[in-house]
């Protein structure tokens, strides 16, 4: 069992649905309106029934105000909170 979850957190990213309360990539309870603003730089704000790429909010794209309406925003419905992570970039060959 322990092995499936080590596999499944090193494929999934840190990924909690936003309420007032949430618990931190580290374990800690923290009030998520504050701790999601200050580290804006590390998140992906996403509507829970989003798909692809729409009502997808990354933090480092976004200004501090912008991000700030998103999180509160966020409070008020059926978002999540993810991890941001580092994609492999891959080259890929397409013919046409």
Not at 18 to 38: D, M, S, T
Not at 46 to 73: L, M, Q, R, T
Not at 79 to 85: E, F, G, S, T
Request: aromatic content about 12%; proline content about 4%; hydrophobic content about 40%.
């Amino acid at each position: 069992m322990k092995k499936d979850l080590n596999l499944i957190r090193s494929i999934i990213p840190w990924t909690k649905k936003i309420k007032e309360k949430i618990i931190n990539p580290y374990g800690k309870e923290v009030f998520a309106k504050e701790y999601l603003i200050k580290e804006k730089d590390n998140f992906v704000i996403k509507h829970a029934n989003a798909y692809s790429s729409s009502a997808v909010f990354i933090g480092s794209d976004c200004s501090p105000e912008k991000w700030k309406e998103i999180v509160e925003k966020s409070l008020e419905g059926d978002w999540v909170a993810q991890a941001l992570i580092d994609l492999p970039e891959i080259e890929t060959c397409f013919y046409g």
